[in-house]
């Protein structure tokens, strides 16, 4: 693999006892906080990025971190002390990302529909650049800066219509006829309009594959596309271009994926970026937290139906919805071994027959009572968790070494209602 050996936060005490997350037991996290809680791990985030970060050396580079995999400030401040940049997607990941203290010039702001107040936020915060979708939205984003008399600096994000392999077609992004960029054909057209425009200036062009994108050669193909439309908008005299942003999508090993082998990465990737000295972007989401994390629930029956053995947990489609919705697989382990293992469902207390975390699963044999560790989860998480069911979002805890903290609370039933009007304002509809 050339990469060495990934650092695993999770490990058991002494090769076979309790699992603990770095220094610290999983038993003592749960009995403290309760359950479900999501557990993070701040020494894999840090060699995942540090990894990255090493692997990029040879090229000028920027590793914005992307909030959509998991925005919790507590894990924004440890990547931004580690010089982390942040990307998002939306105008409350770029409170979150000016909240956690990343400096605006180190936010990079995306997304395929963004409305005019969060291009008109993203300009006011002034920004390190807009990604932008559509020759639309760079009209729209030209005139919101001619309002406030500045220039708003853009990249275009380009579709490079490559065809690739993801575990689920959601999680496809740069195929021809996909929702996002702009069709590869357009790109020179759209930014031609750009370099014309009085208050846009274009500085970088951008694609996104993909996810969980565990083979490198997409990312040599896109890279090519994307230098071909630099050296044909040189060749036009247009050559205000900085960043050229290859997104994120490098996956991660859940059960017996390889991960990309960033060795190759460097070598296929690197040699044409170098080439037109650009200042290469990436922005890593799963990569860099997905295996930190595991989700703890503790469990409350076990019960047989139509000949299959459950085990009902106390967390499910609500606290970790990637089974459900992508059809995912997570490890399932028991935090105190049994011993003996049964094959059996592992499905969570919402009323849907949608609602599990693990099926036809090899399980220790635990009872009732017992906790439950769900793998590599910090990655699309957390940030999917949902109130179905009046269910209360569950408490994240950071680790580091010997030492752990919440840094989300578990929801209040009264964060349920907050936001309803007991007595609301009737208002004349003509
Ligand atoms: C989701 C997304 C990312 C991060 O993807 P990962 O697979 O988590 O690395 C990066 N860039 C864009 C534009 C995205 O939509």
């Not at 006892?17 to 809680?37: F, K, M, W, Y």
């Not at 005299?237 to 390889?258: A, F, P």
Request: with cysteine; hydrophobic share 40%.
């Amino acid at each position: 693999m050339g990469q060495g050996v990934l650092t695993t936060g999770f490990t058991r005490a002494g090769g076979k006892g309790v699992l603990q997350c770095e220094g610290v037991s999983l038993e003592r996290v749960a009995n403290d906080v309760g359950t479900p809680a999501y557990v993070y791990s701040s020494a894999t985030m840090r060699d995942r990025y540090e990894r990255l970060d090493r692997m990029l050396e040879p090229v000028p580079h920027r590793i914005h971190y992307t909030l959509k995999a998991n925005s919790s400030r507590g894990l924004l401040e440890v990547l931004r002390a580690l010089g982390a940049g942040a990307d998002v997607v939306s105008g409350g990941e770029l409170t979150r990302a000016l909240r956690a203290g990343f400096a605006p010039r180190d936010i990079i702001f995306g997304g395929v529909g963004k409305t005019e107040a969060e291009l008109a936020y993203a300009l006011d915060a002034d920004v390190l650049l807009v990604n932008v979708e559509s020759e639309a939205e760079l009209r729209t984003l030209d005139r919101l800066a001619r309002d406030r008399g500045v220039t708003a600096r853009v990249s275009i994000r380009v579709n490079p219509e490559i065809t690739l392999e993801t575990p689920h077609d959601y999680i496809k992004t740069g195929g021809r006829g996909h929702k996002f960029g702009v069709p590869y054909d357009d790109v020179v057209h759209v930014a031609t309009i750009a370099a014309e425009l009085g208050h846009v200036s274009l500085i970088g062009l951008d694609m996104h594959l993909g996810s969980q994108l565990t083979r490198i050669d997409p990312y040599r193909e896109g890279v090519e596309r994307l230098v071909a439309i630099h050296d044909e908008l040189r060749g036009r005299g247009i050559d205000t271009i900085e960043y050229l942003d290859i997104g994120g999508g490098l996956g991660v090993r859940y059960d017996t994926e390889q991960p990309p082998d960033l060795e190759r990465f460097a070598s296929l990737v690197l040699p044409p970026v170098a080439k037109t000295g650009m200042t290469l972007i990436m922005e890593p989401g799963r990569f860099i937290v997905g295996n930190a994390a595991v989700l703890l629930a503790r469990v409350l029956y076990r019960k047989r139906s139509g000949g299959k053995d459950y085990v009902v947990a106390d967390a499910g489609m609500t606290e970790l919805l990637r089974p459900s919705h992508y059809g995912a697989f997570h490890r399932v382990l028991a935090v105190r071994r049994r011993g003996e293992t049964r094959r059996v469902d592992v499905v969570g207390p919402v009323c849907e027959s949608g609602d599990f975390l693990a099926l036809d699963r090899d399980v220790d044999d635990v009872q009732p009572g017992d906790y439950l560790a769900v793998c590599d989860v910090g990655a699309y998480g957390y940030v999917m968790a949902s109130n179905y069911n009046s269910r209360l979002r569950p408490a994240e805890v950071l680790v580091d070494g010997d030492r752990f903290a919440v840094i989300t609370q578990r929801e209040e039933p009264e964060d349920l209602m907050r936001r309803e009007v007991a007595a609301p304002h009737w208002l004349r509809g003509v």
